[in-house]
């Protein structure tokens, strides 16, 4: 036979289930407005990063769009409390420098910064520095812009094989002839971008020894040390290198405040 339970075991029963279930709904309100407000303190932060990025590369007389600016790591908000992010990520494009009354100019120059310190003041009021324990930094410099330098109008400076390639009309002894060749790459001592041409050949130029001489010695006088513009975020180039896009420039510092560019 049968046990009838009492209708009042039941209820209590479901008032718990009921309780249960609004408390999980509670639970993943509170998530969700916690996932709300990490989003919008990243976007607090990357704003005002940006625009103390934008405003440093000003002072410096150069010129680009507006950073984009990536903090990365979630929760962001642990993070804050820490004062220590693990990284940031800034974009500039279309970066416009001076050099000796020319302009160099980079398609992109992506920074990349490490092990990032800042207080919670100083996201707060803007004031202070976020420092960065590590800064690398990519770039690529036209072709264009790097030829300007030259001081030779007419030269044109490309990639070929890896190795940066120049072509263009010269002037020997009255006579107009077309030279190419490559030219090794690398960074010298003061940061500047040493390019030397050894290996220059010129069509219709006679195989005469004062000939050979001359091209010699315009192989020469373009073999220079072309100066970079400042980087911001104190970035010290490592190295160069010709891609089919223009030059590529890798470059690096430590302990860098990366909210004061210059």
Do not use: C, H, W
Request: glycine letters at 8%; a neutral charge.
């Amino acid at each position: 036979m049968a046990q009838d339970y009492p209708v009042d075991e039941a209820r209590p029963r479901r008032r718990g289930r009921k309780l249960l279930i609004g408390l999980f709904v509670l639970l993943l309100l509170l998530a969700g407005l916690l996932v709300v407000a990490d989003r919008v303190a990243v976007g607090v932060a990357e704003r005002m990063i940006g625009d103390r990025v934008q405003q440093e590369v000003t002072k410096q007389g150069a010129q680009s769009t507006k950073p984009d600016v990536e903090v990365a790591g979630v929760p962001f908000l642990t993070q804050v409390l820490d004062g220590r992010y693990q990284r940031i990520s800034i974009k500039l494009r279309d970066v416009q420098a001076p050099v000796q009354g020319d302009t160099v100019r980079l398609s992109v120059l992506n920074v990349d910064a490490r092990n990032v310190r800042a207080s919670v003041d100083t996201l707060r009021s803007g004031q202070g520095d976020v420092v960065a324990d590590t800064v690398d930094g990519t770039g690529t410099i036209s072709y264009e812009s790097l030829a300007a330098l030259l001081k030779r109008p007419g030269l044109t400076l490309g990639e070929q094989n890896g190795k940066l390639a120049i072509t263009g009309p010269i002037d020997i002894f009255g006579q107009k002839v077309t030279i190419s060749g490559t030219a090794e790459v690398t960074v010298a001592d003061n940061g500047a971008v040493a390019l030397r041409f050894n290996d220059l050949d010129a069509a219709g130029l006679p195989n005469l020894p004062i000939a050979r001489t001359a091209l010699s010695n315009f192989a020469k006088s373009i073999s220079i040390d072309v100066p970079l513009p400042d980087l911001p975020f104190q970035l010290a180039v490592r190295e160069v290198r010709p891609l089919p896009e223009g030059l590529a420039v890798t470059a690096d510092a430590k302990n860098v405040p990366i909210n004061s560019a210059s």
